[in-house]
């Protein structure tokens, strides 16, 4: 069932939005798991969905489930083109203030997608490519935006998605990664120390408030980022996770 409407808000259009958050949550479901889940008769949750799907927005299977479809993509792609002009300047803060690279990325699916970067100005420096595409589990940011969801969507996620190992560090269980994401949520930050590739350190921070999962980070060789390092970093990205979010929601008023 839709819960905590917003008053005068549109039932039909919030049931429509709901099927799409259940469809990305799921993967894919049938007629029968949409119409439990919004708690609205088969009939009329087909309704939705016909519609949904004459839109481009949702996808039938041949066996009768639905899935996202792919206009969906493209709104998102336009998304991450809109956030990057707002977000670049508080990467280049980070950048400067830290000597690291700075990034910012989204969950898309069940994975990490990196849509912006700022570089370290060192020459010997970290570079992930944007666009690049990791497991939740192994990145600062990934465990960042996963601390931010309930525990059945975090299991979900990993399940889906699996959890290999990238590198001897790399949490491979969920009770384990459930703790760390405990630990996460008390600190306020997550790290990345040689999880995804040996010899890297990562800070990393949600984007608090906004509708979708964001997250931002500096990492760079482990001598450079040092815990000590670290203590500064920490304060300075949520100070921009803050800025970032207040710009964010500015923008989608």
Same mark, same amino acid.
């Given at each position: 069932m839709v819960e905590n409407r917003t008053p005068g808000s549109v039932q039909s259009v919030e049931r429509a939005f709901h099927l799409l958050e259940l469809l990305a949550d799921s993967g894919f479901s049938s007629l029968t798991e949409l119409s439990a889940a919004i708690d609205v008769p088969a009939p009329t949750t087909h309704r939705f969905l016909k519609t949904l799907v004459s839109l481009g927005y949702v996808r039938q299977l041949p066996n009768r489930q639905y899935g996202l479809g792919l206009k969906l993509a493209r709104l998102a792609g336009r998304v991450d083109a809109q956030f990057g002009p707002i977000v670049k300047p508080h990467l280049d803060t980070l950048a400067q203030e830290i000597g690291e690279s700075a990034n910012l990325a989204v969950l898309e699916g069940d994975m990490v997608v990196y849509i912006a970067q700022s570089p370290s100005p060192h020459a010997m420096r970290m570079f992930t490519e944007v666009g690049h595409r990791a497991h939740t589990h192994l990145t600062g940011v990934g465990k960042a935006m996963l601390a931010g969801l309930p525990d059945d969507q975090v299991a979900r996620i990993v399940r889906r998605a699996g959890m290999p190992a $990238?590198?001897?560090? !790399? &949490?491979?269980?969920?009770? @384990?990664? /459930?703790? %760390?994401?405990?630990? &996460? /949520?008390?600190?306020?930050?997550?790290?990345?120390?040689? *999880? @995804? *590739?040996?010899?890297?350190?990562?800070?990393? #921070?949600?984007?608090?408030? #906004?509708? &979708? +999962?964001?997250? &931002? +980070?500096? !990492?760079?060789?482990?001598? /450079?980022?040092?815990? *000590?390092?670290?203590? $500064?970093? #920490?304060?300075?990205?949520?100070? *921009? $996770? @803050? $800025?970032? !979010?207040? %710009?964010?929601?500015?923008a989608l008023d």
């Open positions: $990238a590198t001897e560090h !790399s &949490i491979t269980d969920l009770t @384990q990664l /459930r703790a %760390e994401l405990k630990r &996460i /949520r008390r600190l306020g930050y997550a790290t990345d120390i040689g *999880e @995804q *590739e040996l010899g890297v350190v990562c800070y990393a #921070v949600g984007i608090p408030d #906004v509708p &979708i +999962s964001l997250a &931002i +980070s500096v !990492s760079g060789p482990a001598f /450079r980022m040092t815990k *000590e390092l670290g203590k $500064a970093a #920490v304060p300075l990205l949520l100070s *921009e $996770a @803050q $800025a970032i !979010s207040k %710009e964010l929601l500015g």
